[in-house]
T-cell receptor, first 119, second 114 residues
């Protein structure tokens, strides 16, 4: 299957600083990527849809000025958590859509996740 | 609105027992996809299956089997002869046609004891 990477896998930052998380599709081009957040012992919640060359679409309740998403190329989307606070500590997971020719419209591949801890 | 419900928060079984994880979904879409993912302690999601709304055939893959019933909006997952390595959190998810967005259930934590 296709591979999606995330960097970093773990990050600890101080309250008030910004953190950038990268999501890369390594062997395919992805016009659409998604960012999910998972708090401990909870489910994954979709934060936003990242579209190459256009603005991200945020889900209700997600602050777009706090969670900046940039999808500048067909293989890279970045999520920047600005002015991070302890309540932003979470597991962030990205996924990338791989379009297929004929039949099934796409396959979705998840990155391994980034664990953010804000102290 | 779309919704996925996994009513079982935690299940504990002894190795070699069969176990069924329940999933009930809600959607107004006529075309949609249902998924099951496994999340081991490492956190990485492991894809198990995708089923589209027009294919109600049950599927078996080794010790895993899935029962999709549109009449009850359910997509249940059974592990036969469970093993300790099956211990993980399992998520059922729903996606509308061509959107790719996944709506996840709350997850079921499965513990398989030796």
């Amino acid at each position: 299957g296709a591979v999606v990477s995330q960097h970093p896998s773990r990050v600890i930052c101080k309250s008030g600083t910004s953190v950038k998380i990268e999501c890369r599709s390594l062997d395919f081009q992805a016009t659409t990527m998604f960012w999910y957040r998972q708090f401990p012992k909870q489910s994954l919640m979709l934060m936003a849809t990242s579209n190459e060359g256009s603005k991200a679409t945020y889900e209700q309740g997600v602050e777009k000025d706090k969670f900046l998403i940039n999808h500048a190329s067909l293989t890279l989307s970045t999520l920047t958590v600005t002015s991070a606070h302890p309540e932003d500590s979470s597991f962030y997971i990205c996924s990338a859509l791989k379009l297929l020719a004929g039949g099934t419209p796409y396959e979705q591949y998840f990155g391994p996740g980034t664990r953010l801890t804000v102290t | 609105a779309q919704k996925v419900t996994q009513a079982q928060t935690e299940i504990s079984v002894v190795e070699k027992e069969d176990v069924t994880l329940d999933c009930v979904y809600e959607t107004r879409d006529t075309t949609y996809y249902l998924f099951w993912y496994k999340q081991p302690p490492s956190g990485e999601l492991v894809f198990l299956i995708r089923r589209n709304s027009f294919d109600e055939q049950n599927e078996i893959s080794g010790r895993y089997s899935w029962n999709f019933q549109k009449s009850t909006s359910s997509f249940n997952f059974t592990i036969t002869a469970s093993q300790v390595v099956d211990s993980a959190v399992y998520f059922c998810a729903l996606s509308g046609s061509n959107t790719g967005k996944l709506i996840f259930g709350q997850g079921t934590t499965l513990q398989v004891k030796p």
